[in-house]
């Protein structure tokens, strides 16, 4: 049985819709909770198969509230890639994974978006992902991928929404299981809030059942790319 640890940095978010699809392939994970009272970040690879770094809700890394466990994460991000082992960034763990691979950051607002992506011929081949999908994006800040980045999808004013470096390192901006209570939850787990939560709840709630089946197309792609099967 493969096994994933995957770094929670708010109680709410979780990872969704990508829990079942982990559980229907015997994938393992397990959640560590580092901003949780006796919580901390693993120091080294120990046993897992492979490392998921998720959101963190109005956390930032160079604005905002900034994440304390930013350091540690970052190291055992390294640490991980180091082992030839994957790893996989939601929000902000997509920010955390794609400074570990050299590239840069820069301040955005805290935003909550439901948008249509749009694929490069990458991720329908890597992903397969249809031409155009639609993503739920709640995070601060924003990424300057590293010259090695390949895009796999961006978003309608074309920046970013998704990455990979090499077969082992994923970045996704926007969350690939989003469930809309679980982002009502996050929403409500922090004072500081975007605009429009409720416009984009509603779309999210809209969006549910393609978001779900987007996310069935590409889980047994993403899976085997990153060696998880």
């Given at each position: 049985m493969k096994k994933i640890c995957v770094i929670q940095h708010a109680e709410a978010e979780f990872l969704g819709l990508m829990e079942d699809h982990f559980e229907g392939r015997n994938?393992?994970?397990?959640?560590?909770?580092?901003?949780a009272a006796g919580g901390a970040?693993?120091?080294?690879v120990e046993d897992y198969d492979g490392l998921m770094l998720l959101g963190g809700g109005p956390y930032?890394?160079?604005?905002?509230?900034?994440?304390?466990?930013?350091?540690?994460?970052?190291?055992?991000?390294?640490?991980f890639l180091a082992a030839g082992l994957p790893v996989i960034g939601i929000g902000l763990g997509?920010?955390?994974?794609?400074?570990t691979l050299g590239g840069g950051i820069e301040e955005a607002p805290l935003r909550f978006m439901v948008e249509t992506a749009r694929a490069t011929d990458a991720g329908r081949t890597v992903m397969a992902w249809p031409e155009r999908f639609t993503t739920a994006l709640y995070l601060r800040d924003r990424p300057i991928l590293p010259r090695d980045a390949e895009l796999l999808a961006v978003g309608?004013?074309?920046?970013?929404?998704?990455?990979?470096?090499?077969?082992?390192a994923f970045g996704f901006l926007f969350h690939p299981g989003a469930k809309r209570g679980m982002l009502e939850d996050l929403i409500m787990e922090f004072d500081d809030t975007p605009d429009n939560t409720v416009d984009s709840l509603e779309k999210l709630g809209a969006a549910q059942v393609e978001i779900a089946e987007t996310l069935s197309e590409s889980m047994p792609s993403l899976v085997r790319i990153a060696g998880l099967i």
């Open positions: 994938i393992r994970f397990i959640y560590q909770r580092p901003f970040v693993p120091r080294q930032g890394l160079v604005s905002g509230h900034l994440l304390p466990s930013f350091t540690p994460e970052r190291n055992l991000t390294q640490a997509a920010l955390i994974l794609n400074s309608s004013d074309g920046t970013p929404l998704a990455f990979r470096v090499g077969t082992q």
